[in-house]
């Protein structure tokens, strides 16, 4: 059979000398091994004959013994041209594309790592202090907090959210003169209220120094008739928002279970586990000590001691006469209350384990790849609802009287004002907003006189440089008490 295949192919193609036969024993082409195999073996005449020369398609002569070692020598040049083409195109081009064209990655490769990168930031990025969970667990000690952006610390002592502290804030007994400084939130929200509330007062012109700014600047004295000591106890509607968005968290969380997504769903839930068992643990271990309870009401002087712009005066009056008076005092300045007994070690496992849980689950949710944006988005949504509620909820105490004194905008007369609305002086009063120098104690001697005199025949403040302003301030009201 071989014989026969090589005669009849020498019929076909005779070989005489100085002719030239076209050769296909061998394809440059780089075609698959399993194709390139089935074309020599079937198509393709092997018998060569010594002394024979064969051509290439370009009418070179080749040796047909030397034909693979220079087939693979011109795939070889062709490799290395195209190679060379390549790295000078590479090198013509500007710096920044050629950079971007060597190292980008796939596209999933980018969304991968854009979620890992927007969560690590949502979760490790310094969280904003606020006071929400207090104004809140008044009305209810187990309202969990939404799971929000930012490291969250276990039972975090936040007294007051930074942007409701008044700097300088005291409270001043005005019957003994005892001066201490707010640190409780509610007070602080309550003055801040009560002077965004009074209109603006331009100062008066005589007393500025020349080149001085004017600014208006709100001043006089308000006498506030408390119906409940500390933020408002009423379940109102920032509590069905919180709780509201806290469910919406956990059934979103089981969602995600079920859905094949186990590693958001399971950070999620346990991040709401964690929020709710430190509701148990404040509730069980409180921070402060509760107010004590007073026989009757006392009245309060809330101010910023020189620099104050407006007194604020406070006395508790409940609703019914079987509810107890509670001390304004103790309710501004709450005490830490201290871990005694073999319970402290109890309560120190307790909060440490709470924050070692907490700490787990953020360093779980850093430390495994993202899947998604979806942890993300909750925690965006747990941190806009809350940083709407505190806008809107400023959750202070009711109140059933008030009352705007008209006073002049001197030091002098908002205090004697309030001193008239009680009929309260105290030297410490004094000497905490218009500190004497000279040890003589001239204003807490003029503001006397008035109380207990009467006010058509009490001569001018001695010194002071709006005397007869005052003066006539101090008659006018005296005049309306009557």
């Not at 594309?97 to 990168?117: G, K």
């Not at 006397?448 to 009490?458: F, K, N, T, Y």
């Amino acid at each position: 059979m071989e014989n026969w295949r090589s005669e009849a192919s020498d019929a076909d193609c005779p070989i005489t000398p100085n002719k030239i036969r076209p050769y296909y024993g061998s394809i440059t082409h780089p075609l698959p091994r399993s194709i390139s195999h089935t074309v020599n073996s079937e198509h393709v005449d092997r018998t060569i004959k010594p002394n024979d020369t064969i051509a290439d398609s370009q009418g070179v002569a080749i040796d047909p013994h030397n034909n693979l070692t220079a087939n693979t020598r011109n795939v070889a040049g062709t490799r290395g041209l195209r190679v060379l083409a390549s790295l000078l195109t590479t090198l013509s081009m500007p710096l920044s594309v050629a950079s971007q064209t060597a190292t980008e990655p796939p596209m999933q490769t980018n969304s991968a790592t854009l979620a890992d990168l927007v969560e690590l930031a949502a979760t490790i990025v310094p969280q904003r202090a606020s006071d929400l969970k207090w104004r809140l667990r008044v009305a209810n000690s187990f309202i969990p907090m939404p799971l929000s952006l930012g490291w969250w610390t276990v039972s975090g002592r936040v007294v007051a959210s930074p942007d409701t502290i008044v700097p300088g804030l005291c409270i001043t007994d005005m019957a003994s003169g005892a001066t201490r400084e707010v640190t409780a939130g509610w007070m602080h929200c309550l003055y801040q209220h009560t002077l965004d509330s009074l209109s603006l007062r331009r100062p008066n012109q005589d007393l500025l120094p020349q080149g001085a700014v004017q600014n208006l600047l709100p001043r006089g004295t308000t006498l506030l008739r408390l119906k409940e000591v500390g933020y408002h106890a009423k379940f109102r509607w920032p509590h069905l928002i919180i709780i509201g968005t806290v469910l919406l968290q956990f059934v979103l969380a089981l969602q995600l279970i079920l859905s094949n997504q186990q590693r958001t769903g399971w950070l999620i839930l346990t991040g709401i586990l964690i929020r709710t068992l430190d509701c148990v643990d404040d509730w069980k271990y409180p921070i402060w000590h509760p107010p004590r309870s007073v026989k009757k009401g006392r009245f309060y002087a809330v101010h910023t001691r020189m620099t104050t712009r407006h007194l604020l005066i406070l006395v508790h009056e409940p609703d019914t006469q079987k509810d107890a008076y509670i001390s304004i005092e103790d309710a501004a300045v709450p005490v830490f209350r201290a871990r005694n007994g073999r319970n402290a070690w109890v309560e120190h496992i307790c909060e440490q384990t709470l924050r070692l849980a907490a700490w787990s689950q953020q360093a779980a949710s850093v430390l495994t790849p993202s899947n998604g944006f979806i942890l993300s988005i909750v925690l965006l949504l747990g941190t806009g609802v809350q940083e709407i509620v505190s806008v809107f909820n400023d959750a202070i105490p009711h109140y059933s009287h008030r009352e705007d004194m008209e006073t002049h905008e001197s030091l002098l007369d908002m205090l004697t004002a309030a001193c008239q609305a009680v009929n309260h002086v105290s030297v410490g009063l004094v000497e905490s907003i218009l500190p004497d120098p000279t040890g003589e104690h001239i204003d807490y001697t003029w503001i006397s006189s008035i109380l207990e005199g009467d006010a058509a025949q009490v001569e001018p403040h001695p010194r002071h440089a709006s005397k007869d302003e005052v003066l006539s301030y101090v008659r006018r009201r005296r005049n309306v008490k009557v």
